[in-house]
């Protein structure tokens, strides 16, 4: 409602923001890799990767500051286990910080974001919940509340007619209220066990540093992608626009989950034949 973040092209529309996400972290691997043996090296190793990360999150981050700060949390992950050094890291934080703190500045819509989040959270004002403030989170709490443990029934839920966006950022509140707690669990456990296969067997015994990089960011990214979407939904993290990969509706996200899926199978398939 507002924000602009896909482009159309001959009657086709995607979100280019997903397009970078996968892109810079396939670019960035290979940079690490290729750059192992000076890799401690400011102006050789470190200074080219850093500025294609800070470019990418910057144009992302002008209308989609949720993505841009998830792709740079992944990019500082395959930067540490890539051997850059960690002062080189931590000034690409502060570099990173600084910029979230200037594009939520200039954002009253953010802004708001995070007041509601403030009050609802952790203030917990009696009157955080009127109509014109936290109303999304209101609308994911009365879905949850009326799912209780079993839920409504698949295809009975209300809330859809309430809650913005219910098929996409806030589709973890309609399986909250049709399937309830024990849905909502399933999902999350999904996610659980493809992040600990991801990581603790696909890119620990990855053949090669790459392999490694790659099935340990995919996997995060995808398994972050989906931790959030729930987390906004039940009032844990202020709300954004982040979809949950293979369940919220969506092409542009499903086409480029199953991308990241099928490279980490791939480094999975060369970990069998190793």
């Known amino acids: 409602f507002g924000a602009k973040r896909w482009i159309s092209i001959a009657g086709f529309s995607f979100q280019p923001s997903s397009l970078a996400t996968f892109s810079l972290i396939l670019y960035v691997t290979a940079m690490v890799e290729s750059k192992q043996e000076y890799i401690h090296d400011f102006k050789k190793a470190f200074l080219p990767i850093m500025t294609w990360i800070l470019v990418t999150c910057a144009l992302i981050g002008k209308e989609d500051f949720s993505s841009s700060a998830l792709l740079l949390s992944i990019t500082l992950l395959i930067l540490f286990i890539g051997r850059i050094k960690v002062t080189h890291i931590g000034g690409l934080v502060a570099i990173g910080i600084l910029g979230g703190m200037l594009l939520i500045g200039q954002n009253p819509e953010r802004q ?102 790659l099935a340990s960011s995919f996997t995060i990214t995808v398994a972050l992608f989906g931790f959030i979407n729930a987390g906004v939904a039940s009032g844990l993290l202020p709300v954004t626009g982040l979809p949950m990969p293979f369940v919220s509706y969506g092409g542009t996200n499903m086409l480029f989950a199953g991308l990241m899926v099928g490279v980490i199978l791939n480094v999975s398939k060369k970990k069998e034949n190793a």
């Open 112 to 213: 708001k974001r995070i007041d509601n989040y403030v009050d609802q959270v952790i203030h917990v004002k009696s009157d955080s919940f009127a109509l014109d403030e936290g109303y999304q989170s209101q609308q994911a709490h009365i879905a949850f509340a009326r799912g209780s443990v079993f839920g409504v029934g698949i295809g009975k839920s209300s809330q859809r007619n309430f809650l913005p966006a219910p098929y996409n950022d806030f589709i973890f509140a309609i399986i909250g209220e049709e399937y309830g707690l024990i849905g909502a669990v399933v999902i999350m456990f999904l996610f659980t066990v493809f992040l600990l296969r991801g990581i603790g067997i696909i890119a620990r015994k990855a053949p090669d540093l790459q392999g490694t990089l």
